[in-house]
């Protein structure tokens, strides 16, 4: 029940907006709280609350270390950074975030979200890059959850044309070639024939979303 009550409290006094006293309570009894991973939690938390950036900075990095696909914690180290996915507007925000995710993505290589998260904020040829190397590992492995992770991003125009136009050329090379390059190789160089099966499908789910039915249903029958 003490560790109970001394896990709630901080809890009630953020609720009730007194940000100050729950962080004098965390450090007071945080050492009753079994639960470490939600006292680092609440701890970010009422520093990005307080404007206490740094601090946060620290907490947040402290979490992603832990767990290094929590997309939460992306988020909340940008915002204590002041930066923004949703609201790139000026060329030193742009900059500031790829050296953030450039530096992320070296800590985490096997990381999803350090790839992912950047397809929300780069523009242009930049995004690219960016968009065919994250989708080619998923193709290869076979995931089914490929699309669903970027369903997203067809909120924006540009964007669903440049990966249309990606999905398209990836489909082609691979059943023209067998790769990813749009270039004839050797048996040894080739992708598994697997990997043309989830690029129709990624196809396929690009047709259904941009409303194209039936020629999602095409690729569908060719793909089996």
Not at 62 to 79: C, G
Not at 197 to 204: D, S
Request: hydrophobic fraction near 35%.
């Amino acid at each position: 029940m003490l560790v109970s009550c001394v896990y709630c409290c901080p809890i009630l006094l953020q609720e009730a907006g007194q940000y100050e006293e729950a962080l004098r309570t965390l450090y007071k009894r945080g050492s009753h709280i079994v639960d470490k991973l939600a006292l680092k939690e609440q701890m970010a938390a009422l520093f990005l609350k307080l404007n206490r950036n740094s601090e946060a900075q620290i907490k947040y990095r402290d979490l992603i270390d832990y767990n290094p696909d929590n997309y939460n914690y992306y988020h909340k180290l940008q915002e204590s950074m002041g930066l923004s996915n949703e609201q790139v507007t000026t060329e030193k925000q742009m900059t500031e975030l790829k050296e953030l995710y450039a530096e992320l993505q070296q800590k985490y290589p096997k990381a999803i979200a350090t790839k992912r998260l950047p397809l929300n904020f780069l523009t242009g040829d930049d995004f690219s890059a960016a968009y065919t190397e994250y989708i080619q590992p998923f193709l290869r492995k076979g995931v089914p959850s490929l699309f669903c992770s970027l369903v997203y991003l067809y909120e924006n125009e540009e964007k669903t044309k440049r990966m249309e136009d990606i999905i398209m050329k990836t489909a082609a090379s691979l059943e023209e070639y067998g790769t990813f390059t749009g270039k004839a190789a050797t048996d040894e160089e080739k992708e598994s024939p697997s990997v043309l099966v989830w690029a129709l499908l990624l196809k396929a789910h690009h047709y259904d979303q941009v409303g194209k039915p039936v020629e999602a249903l095409d690729i569908i029958d060719k793909a089996m």
